[in-house]
């Protein structure tokens, strides 16, 4: 069963451009979520989503930022216009639809870097 | 509304010694609390959970933690560090009952020495 995966690994953007985040669940896994890790800080919860849905979007910023989690396809956390503060690693996670759904299993991140 | 407070950002131990790091939390239920381990730039890898079943919870790669409710307390162990423990821990705890979002503490570095 592989796990959750995201892509790009690195993604480098210069000022003003759009990053686009992908995130495949592990596998029956029907929940989502974006968390943020700004350097030398924690993570930051940003959004939770299931299937065509945003249950919680209390961590993203107002603006430039959007998620969705189509029926079909991974994840997508879109950042438009992007600044030098938006450069992070940016993780998703996901958990299964029944029980035990406060267990999240991580993927290995996209680092963004932003010129 | 919850949250955790790590006490230490960095801890140092040699090779072979126990390893100590402490994670109070504040919770107006009986939270669920979790310990993740991320190696440099690397995702985030789940230690242990506590869910109420035991109070002393055992994870993986010989680590432990014990929920204290009268001290608010769920500081992870591990009797003897070795080499590839050397990481960043993170002590977390589930904002809501049942699921949704989990909030981090800052983190404590773990450097082993040999």
């Known amino acids: 069963n592989a796990g959750v995966m995201q892509n790009p690994r690195h993604l480098v953007r210069r000022r003003g451009q759009e990053a686009r985040l992908r995130c495949s669940p592990m596998?029956?896994?029907?929940?989502v979520y974006w968390y943020r890790q700004l350097p030398e800080e924690g993570l930051k919860f940003m959004v939770y989503l299931q299937k065509e849905n945003i249950i919680d979007e209390s961590g993203m910023p107002k603006e430039r930022f959007s998620a969705e989690f189509p029926k079909e396809g991974p994840s997508i956390l879109r950042i438009q216009q992007v600044v030098r503060g938006d450069s992070a690693a940016y993780f998703c996670?996901?958990?299964?639809?029944?029980?035990?759904?406060?267990?999240?299993?991580f993927g290995p991140g996209t680092r963004l870097t932003v010129l | 509304a919850q949250s955790v407070t790590q006490l230490d950002s960095h801890v140092s131990v040699s090779e072979g010694t126990p390893v100590l790091l402490r994670c109070n939390y504040s919770s107006s239920y009986s939270p669920s609390l979790f310990w993740y381990v991320q190696h440099p730039n690397k995702g985030l890898q789940l230690l242990l959970k506590?869910?109420?079943?035991?109070?002393l919870v055992k994870g993986i790669n010989g680590f432990e933690a014990e929920f204290k409710k009268s001290e608010t307390s769920f500081h992870l162990t591990k009797p003897s560090a070795h080499m590839s423990d050397a990481a960043e821990y993170f002590c977390v705890v589930s904002a809501l009952r049942g699921g949704g979002k989990l909030i981090f503490g800052q983190g404590t570095e773990l450097s082993v020495k040999p």
């Open positions: 596998k029956g896994h029907s929940h």
């Open positions: 506590y869910t109420s079943a035991a109070t």
């Open positions: 996670a996901s958990s299964p639809p029944i029980g035990g759904t406060d267990t999240q299993y």
